[in-house]
Structures are given as C-alpha cells and as structure tokens.
C-alpha cells in the first residue's frame, strides 16, 4: 500500500463503447456507467474487487445516467427508447442471488436525452430534450409538464434542496432559468452569463446558492432565493488557480536546484534556472495550453476540521447568546465546492473561495497499489464524475478523449489549516527567509511567524521591555510663564527642551526713574466704556454633553442597551449639511458615545456635527493644507484625530475646536517652543499621513506616512499663549516605527475602545500586515490579500451599548477596488468570509461594522450604500438617496443608524 496521501489512483474501469461521450454516474460509492452501447454497469467502490452489476433493458443507446439524492438509491438511465429508473440496492441483492435483474419504464420514446436529474422527494425526474426539458411523474409514469424558455440545447438541470418545485436549468445559449415545477411558470431567467456555453451546474445544500459552470472556465455562483433577485455571489477562473498552482510549483522546484542566481520577489525567494527554458517545454507553467473546461462540480460537507475555529476555542458565553452573528460565522462549517476540469482537480472554501488544494493532472497521481503501477498519469481529461464517499473522502472518476477506460480517484477532503502543507498554494506566512544586514534588518521588517495565537483583544501581560511601557515624563515646570509663552529651561536628562544659555541682549527694558505721562495716571470715567477684548477662550465651550438638553440626551442613551432585534438600517432619517460648496466627504466616524459626529472632508476641513442630528448645526475644525483623508474619536470623546495629505495629522480639542497639537515630525516636537531656529532637527513626514488614530485607551497615537508605521507617546498641555495661539506645550515623542517592503502603508486599524496589542495595516503591494505592537515585531502577514492595495479597515470593536463574544472582536475586514469585502480572522489567520454585490471598480469605499457586529456596511460607486448581513453573506439592504459615490459609512454606537457620505458632500442618516 502506497504511503499516506491526500490523493491515490484506486481502480482502472473498462469503457468498451461511449458514442455520445456520456459521462459516469457517482453517488456516494456507487459507480454507473455504459459498460455497452446498451447496458449500464453498477460498482461498489469501496470494495476494489468488486465485479459490476449489469443492467439490461435498454434497446437503444444510453445518453443520460444519474443517481437520487437520498437512501432508497434509485438511478435513471435514459436512451431515446426508454426511461427506466432502477432500484440500485434492490439490483445488487437480486444479482447477488441470481436473480434476474428489472427496472422500472415510466417512459417510452422521450426523444434525444442529454441530461436526467431527481427531484430530492425523488417523485420527478426532469428530461433534458434538446431545448426543452420534460417533467416526468414517477408514480404516473407520464409527462406532466414540458419547460420551453431555451433558445438552445439544455445542458444540464438540478432541483433546489431547499425549495422542492424549484428546477434551475442551463444551456448552451449561456442563460440560467429558474422554473417552479409546481405551478408550471418561468420565475426566473438570466441575461448572457458566459462567453462560452454552461455546461454544468450544482446545488449548495447548506446554502439557498447554485454553482453554474461553463465550458472557458468560469465559475458563478447565484442565490436562489426570490427576495436576493437571484443575485450573483461570487466568481471563481479555474484557469487562473491552475496558472498560480503551476507557477508555485516551479518555485518550489527552482528553490531547490543548485547554480541559478537566487531571484527575491515579494513573494518569497526562487532560484532561476541558468539554462532558459526551450520551447515553452513542461518546465514553464506560466500559461495554459488551452481553455480549462470544467467538467463537473459538487458541494462536499465535512463536520470536523473545517471552521474558521475550533470548539475549544469558541467561548460564547450565556450572556452574549443571540449576538453572535460573527461568532456563527467562525463556528459555521462552510461546504469545500469541488471542481473537476479538463486539467486539474481544485477545492475551494465555498465562502472564503479560499484555495485549499490542487491536483494537476500534468503530475503523476500515486497508485494505490504500488506493487502494479507504482504511479500514474492521467491528461486530457474528457469525462469526470465525482460523489461523497465519507466525511473526509472523496470518489472521482475520470476518462480520457484517447482511452477505453475511466479511472478511480480518492481525494481527501482538505481543510484550511492545512492548505499550505498540502497544495504549497500561496502562503500567508510565506515572507523572505534570507539574512539581511544590520541597516536592512532595521529599515525593513520580516514577520516573526510564533506558535501563539493572535488576538486582537489583549490577553497576554506587557513583556519586558514592550514598547507599551513607554511613558513621557515631562519636567516639572513653575506656574509663571512668559509673555511669548516660553516654558523654563530643563533640568539634565528630562525629555523636554534642552537646556539653553541665556540671550544677554534679550533683557527687558527698564528705568530707574518713574516715568510720568499727562492723563496715564488718572482712573477713567466710571460713564465710559473702553473697548475690553475677550481673551478666555477656554471658557467657551460647546460640548453637546454640558448643556442640560444634552445632559438628557446623554443619559438616555447611556440607561439604554442597543436593540439587537431592530434590524438593519432602512430608511432614510435626515440629511446633514456640509457647506454650500460640495466637497467630497473622505471618512465618518461617530464618538463613542454617538454624541457626535466627525465629517472628514477634502476641503481641508473636519467638521462636527452635535446630538440632535437633525438641527444640522456644524463646528469646523480648520488647521489643514490639505484634503483630510480619515478621522477618528479619542475612547473619552474630548478629542479628535486628523490625517491629511499635506503631510501631517492634527489633534483636536472638541469642546473649544482648536489644535491642541500637530504630528508633522518622525521624532518629536521638543524644538516648537516659538524661539530657536525651527529648521534645526527638522525631519518632517517626506509623503502624505494615509491614516492616524489613537491607540491603547488613548495612551498612544499610531500615525502612518509613507511606508512607516509611527507610535507616539504624547502629553497635552490644556494652556495656550493668550496672544501667540499657534504656540502649543503640547508634546509628543516617537515611541517606535515599523518599516514595510512596500512602498506605502494605504490604510490603518487598530482597537481603541479596549486593550489590544495589534495593529492592523494594508500596504500598496496588496499585503495586510498585523503588528504585535506589545513585542514591537510584525507577526503575521497576508500576503496578496486583495487584487488591489485595500483602502478600508474595519474592526468589529462593538460599543458600551452591547456585547459580543471575545473570538467575534478578533475579526476584521477589509476592501479593495476591483474586488470584494473580505472578512478575516486573525486567530486562524485566514479569510472567513467574502462579500460581494457593491460596485467598487475606481473609487475606495469605505466600510464599517455595527455595534452588534450583525451588520456590515459599504459604500459603493452606484449611488447607493449597501448593508451586509454576516450571517448570510450577502447584503440585506441598498438604501438611497445619494445622488454620487458613496465613499464613507459610519454606525452609531447606541442605535442602528448608519450615516453615509458621498463624494459631492452629501451626508444622510438612515435608521432601522
């Protein structure tokens, strides 16, 4: 026996005569197929000496094989003289006896059959008869219905599990029908799908989803149910997988060869052969010989080993029952879609669409036996059946174009931790191993891959020497300050300014005499009312929470939980005015809690809008050069957090709406005490700031400019020069960078409503990089986690309104242009779910969770906003009103409201 495997060539099957190219039947581990131009062979594939059942009763050649869904087995075989349908059970035990072997006829004369599938009640077969597709009454023994909506031959049909008189039909004029077999109607018909034919079709018993497939290797899958208008999900190219396999593959094998120079990309290190390659021969798999017609497609389902965590590991505790809408998505088993092309065999998470294996047909597939035929090669692969012989097995029968035999296959069932160890498909830790030099190690990080598990929600204790011990102490200062807002000169060793010598022409003036003036002396009028400027600046405030009506708000709102049972956010609330000149609003973020909200613009502005929305009113935070790209709420809500693309980020005071302090330099600000020469120690940020928030409970600020990764340590000083405001004693440190090989850091995330350790960032060459930011190091990296650079973060931080289990704060998700939103766990270090249906193909629309992690919405370039519900993966709904891109989302924290922004400066509030 060969040794342990995930993939063995089992059997050899005889094919003597297949006129009609007529593809085998397999259920379970039973194997029909035309053993002669007019009988049927029967085989038990577990058992490998097992000799084949005939089945005699047709005159005519057999066009049509397949089996019933359930247990008593039932197979048709259809020929244009007859429909016979056989008790496959009942015809083992009568062969095994001697007894003569008979099916049922419920049909004579059907016409050319090219296709016959079960319903799932097994009391109707359905006839693919040219464009037509004949109902068939088991128990009748006649045709109760013929469905003429093709313009072409039908060319494959299946009955939806989930609703029993749903029938989905394909055909060669490329178009999906959807018919209810009951009330004999046409539901649905799709426009052209595929440049090329549909050739084979199957049903997600899981999920109310069908997979269609066409003959240049694409892949569809659609949702089935009528309030989802039989939506498009997601789209997989066989072709392209294969194409990568390949390419991974010749890595590998070049890795391991000896005199070629070593090429490093991105992806990992390869050693190029000396010798190129002549001809295009075997060693270039760069490029697909022909089209990759897929051939047959099945959902598999495993009950162990496949979800995003296991058991064990999943605490839900009794008090988040109910509100574990994430939570149902790591624990849920999603089915593997199995695909079987003219090529290769590949397994796909069905959720993720995340690759789990591949078998190219090109290798050799090891032998059961190794004594016969220790391996064996199979190409040009024309005929291809699959089915589900265990949890964690499967049986595949294929047949070559030049052969008279089919072959047996037993594939196991991968799983998502062990794709890497398998397929050797693109790794998510698979970095650079080489040894750099001192400068490059420090200028250019390398995930430190551990056996510790990840989480975004801290658990583990500060090590030692963690860069989130840092302090900034400042040096104890005299209540007296100058007039230009001097602070006093710093004792040795404090992190302040550094000590200065005094000026000796910078004296003030003085005379030893009293000077007298006519007139200064005297007191004015008491009648007379001389001009008195206001300079009390910090006295004026106009924080919502401070007024008595927003006192009551506060309260409200605090003595409430959020409303899990509202459900998504449908109609529209209000609209929000954002200046008479339109400008593109870039980011919403609400406080935490839900008092206000921030508005960052492209005119350089932030603006603020109070609790009630409704009354419009905005404060204008003004202060940038630039357009203002993100914003974001310190966890106390008394102050913000700007980045914009004039290459600084500024911190806000909410209650006066003034800079209390501006992140413009790597290292400090010591040197912004308004004396000096201010070029001196100038290393100001060299490219735009993409992101900036505040971090660890509002300990830290994390900046990102350029392909640097900043956080600061920083003390606000409340008092300002009366007459040089632009002065600030606010002061900030630089802490610890983090340099990626891209070239720019795009987006950033992290959590600052709890304690966590990681930071979350996405990078111009498509990588999603996490950092442990309790050890300073980068410990994970998802390599090519989008088609394009992500543009949006979201993490799932909830609010103080609700709860969620713990493992549901350790998912994030992201989004690209060109691609869908994808959901990430960062425990298992893998995608767990991808949503799709909002229009992204220039713009980078924002994203953001809901406070019960239900929801998740996006903004999309067909002027509407679009709410996903997780638990489906797929979006619940479109809401409307804008008349632009919709670039930002933001939900409350209190209530299902969820605020959008487009890109002329429209912001509307729609609420459940």
Avoid at 371 to 384: D, K
Avoid at 795 to 817: D, K, M, R
């Amino acid at each position: 026996m060969a040794a342990l495997s995930a993939v063995y060539h089992t059997r050899t099957f005889p094919l003597q005569v297949n006129q009609c190219r007529l593809d085998p039947a397999v259920c379970g581990s039973l194997l029909a197929l035309p053993v002669t131009k007019t009988t049927v062979g029967v085989w038990d594939l577990t058992d490998p000496k097992s000799e084949a059942v005939s089945l005699v009763g047709h005159k005519r050649a057999v066009s049509a094989l397949n089996f019933s869904h359930d247990e008593p087995r039932l197979l048709c075989s259809a020929g244009d003289d007859y429909v016979i349908v056989w008790n496959v059970r009942k015809c083992l035990q009568n062969a095994a006896q001697g007894v003569e072997v008979r099916g049922e006829v419920i049909l004579s004369r059907p016409g050319d059959v090219t296709h016959a599938c079960f319903s799932v009640d097994a009391a109707r077969v359905a006839l693919c008869v040219d464009a037509v597709v004949k109902i068939v009454n088991i128990s009748l023994s006649k045709v109760v219905a013929e469905l003429a909506g093709h313009t072409a031959k039908v060319t494959a049909a299946e009955f939806c599990p989930h609703f029993s008189a749903t029938l989905v039909t394909i055909s060669d004029d490329r178009t999906v029908v959807v018919w209810d077999v009951q009330n004999f109607s046409l539901v649905y018909q799709s426009t052209i799908i595929s440049s090329a034919p549909l050739i084979s079709l199957c049903m997600n018993r899981q999920e109310v989803h069908v997979a269609v497939a066409s003959a240049g290797g694409m892949i569809k899958v659609f949702n089935l149910e009528d309030d989802k208008n039989f939506r498009q999900l997601s789209q997989i190219d066989v072709g392209k997988i294969l194409s990568k396999s390949r390419q991974n593959q010749q890595q590998r094998k070049n890795s391991g060869s000896e005199g070629g120079p070593v090429v490093v990309t991105k992806g990992g290190v390869a050693r190029k052969s000396e010798a190129p390659a002549v001809g295009g021969g075997d060693s270039n798999f760069s490029s697909i010989e022909s089209s990759d017609v897929v051939l047959s497609l099945m959902y598999a389902y495993s009950s162990s080993g496949h979800t995003s965590i296991s058991p064990e590991r999943a605490h839900f505790g009794p008090n988040t029952q109910g509100h574990g809408a994430v939570g149902q998505v790591l624990t849920a088993q999603s089915p593997i879609l199995i695909i079987i092309s003219s090529h290769c065999m590949i397994q796909v998470d069905s959720k993720t669409l995340q690759v789990l294996s591949v078998v190219d047909f090109q290798e050799s597939i090891p032998s059961w036996f190794q004594s016969s035929v220790p391996e064996m090669t199979i190409s040009a692969i024309g005929l291809a059946a699959l089915g589900q012989v265990s949890q964690t097995q499967l049986a595949i029968v294929v047949g070559t174009q030049f052969e008279s035999r089919v072959h047996s296959i037993q594939w196991e069932l991968a799983s998502a931790k062990s794709c890497e160890k398998e397929t050797g498909l693109e790794s998510p830790v698979t970095r650079l191993n080489l040894t750099f030099s001192p400068r490059a190690a420090s200028e250019i990080c390398s995930p430190q891959e551990s056996s510790e598990e990840l989480s975004i929600v801290a658990f583990n204790p500060l090590v030692e020497n963690s860069p989130l011990k840092s302090e900034l102490v400042l040096q104890s200062t005299s209540s007296a300050t100058t007039a230009n807002g001097r602070t006093p000169t710093s004792r040795r060793g404090s992190v302040g300014m550094g000590a200065k010598k005094p000026d000796p022409m910078n004296q003030p003036l003085t005379f030893k005499a009293k000077v007298k003036s006519s007139g200064y002396t005297q007191a004015p009028h008491s009648h007379t009312n001389m001009f008195k400027p206001h300079t009390n600046f910090r006295s004026k405030s106009i924080d919502a929470s401070k007024t008595r009506k927003g006192q009551s708000l506060v309260s409200k709102i605090a003595s409430q939980e959020y409303p899990h049972d509202a459900g998504p956010p449908s109609e529209r609330d209000c609209n929000l005015s954002t200046g008479a000149i339109p400008a593109a609003v870039t980011g919403l973020k609400f406080s935490g809690t839900g008092q206000s909200l921030a508005c960052s613009m492209s005119n350089k502005t932030c603006l603020v809008f109070p609790a009630p929305f409704a009354h419009k009113d905005s404060n204008v935070l003004v202060g940038h050069d630039s357009s203002v790209n993100t914003v974001s709420w310190s966890k106390s809500g008394k102050y913000l957090l700007t980045a914009s693309n004039d290459k600084s980020a500024i911190l806000w005071d909410r209650a006066t709406s003034e800079m209390v302090v501006t992140f413009d330099r790597i290292n400090n600000n010591f040197h912004d005490s308004g004396s000096g020469d201010k070029s001196k120690n100038r290393d100001n940020y060299t490219k735009e700031v993409k992101g900036a928030q505040f971090f660890y409970m509002d300990k830290f600020v994390l900046v990102v400019t350029g392909n640097q990764l900043c956080m600061y340590k920083y003390h606000l000083h409340p008092a300002k020069p009366e007459i040089k405001r632009y002065l600030t004693k606010s002061k900030y440190k630089l802490v610890k960078s983090w340099e990626t090989s891209s070239q720019n850091f795009t987006s950033l995330a992290a959590a600052n409503a709890f304690y966590s350790h990681l930071a979350v960032c996405a990078g111009s060459n498509r990588d999603l990089e996490i950092y442990d930011l309790n050890e300073g190091r980068l410990a994970h990296v998802f390599n090519d986690a989008h088609t394009k650079p992500a543009n949006a973060i979201a993490l799932n931080e909830g609010s103080t309104y609700t709860s969620q289990p713990q493992e549901a704060l350790n998912v994030f998700a992201t989004s690209a242009t060109l691609d869908c939103i994808k959901m990430w766990d960062v425990r298992s270090r893998r995608c767990v779910l991808r949503l799709q249906g909002h229009s992204n193909q220039a713009h980078g629309c924002g994203i953001a969770f809901s406070a019960c992690g239900t929801y998740l919405a996006s903004g999309s370039e067909d002027k509407l906003a679009y709410v996903y519900d997780v638990r489906q993966g797929t979006f619940c709904q479109k809401l409307r009103g804008h008349t632009d891109v919709v670039a930002s989302v933001a939900f409350h924290p209190a209530r299902p409201v969820l605020a959008t922004g487009a890109i002329k400066g429209k912001v509307l509030l729609f609420k459940a």
